[in-house]
């Protein structure tokens, strides 16, 4: 390998994986697709193949020695101390039905603590990158969450309304009215604006680990806070129920409405 490319830092690479990944999204998206329909009834599409298999390809080059955690081709060395974690198209139903808020999402584990987060916007061309201790960024300009603090003023966006309204009726009733402004939506891209200080919270249920951790990062160093609905931290082994919010004390009280 060049002595160039053993220079580049975690976070360099992330970004340069973020390119291939959107590239490859780009050259798939609004194309005649191939879809198929997993166990769950989730669908998943060439473009998710393909774009995790140019991923996996990159890493299994420069990081032999990773784990790697994809959503379409599984484990690999699961047992290693470090692993990245693969959502090649998040929002595989969006993409599919040429609506360009599906996203890219990449995360470093070290010893199970995720470390650098990813979430790529290809159709956007944004790219927002969160390393552990080091804030982040949005294309390269660092970006902040919100100074939010009371829910009944702030900009409440739920994910997977449907299913929480299936599941936590009565929650779902009160947690539509606590927001000054509230808007339905999926996947990423709530939590991408967030962390760029649009969105003030999140709420999200029904996710996976590759999912949740890219954007736990992302958030987190944007200055906001991303727990499941117990307070706690997310981890492979969390279960898929989270909140996102740009403030202690606002997360304080979406943890409230959630554990109703």
């Keep these: 390998m060049p002595q160039a ?3 580049l830092s975690l976070k360099e690479h992330a970004a340069r994986i973020a390119d291939i990944a959107g590239n490859a999204a780009r050259g798939y998206f609004r194309g005649r697709l191939g879809v198929e329909f997993k166990a769950d009834e989730s669908p998943v599409t060439q473009a998710d193949k393909g774009v995790e298999a140019e991923v996996r390809a990159y890493l299994k080059k420069h990081f032999p020695d990773h784990g790697i955690f994809g959503e379409e081709h599984g484990i690999e060395g699961e ?4 692993m990245w974690v693969i959502d090649p198209i998040d929002g595989t139903r969006s993409f599919l039905s040429g609506h360009p808020l599906f996203g890219f999402l990449l995360c470093h584990l070290v010893e199970g603590s995720p470390q650098i987060g990813v979430i790529g916007m290809p159709a956007l061309n944004e790219v927002l990158i969160g390393v552990r201790g080091n804030g982040t960024t949005l294309n390269g300009t660092r970006v902040h969450s919100s100074d939010q603090t009371e829910l009944s003023k702030a900009i409440l966006f ?3 309304g449907e299913k929480l309204h299936r599941d936590y009726p009565a929650m779902f009733g009160q947690l539509i009215t606590s927001a000054q402004t ?3 939506s999926y996947d990423c891209y709530p939590h991408a604006l967030l962390a760029m200080g649009h969105v003030d919270a999140v709420v999200d249920y029904d996710l996976q680990p590759y999912d949740y951790l890219a954007v736990s990062v992302v958030v987190e160093e944007a200055g906001g806070i991303v727990t499941d609905w117990d307070g706690n931290a997310l981890t492979l082994e969390a279960d898929g129920r989270i909140v996102s919010a740009a403030s202690p004390e606002l997360h304080k009280q979406l943890l409230e409405q959630v554990n109703i």
């Design 5 to 7: 490319e053993l220079e």
């Design 79 to 82: 047992n290693r101390s470090q």
């Design 158 to 160: 739920i994910n997977e």
């Design 182 to 184: 509230m808007r339905f």
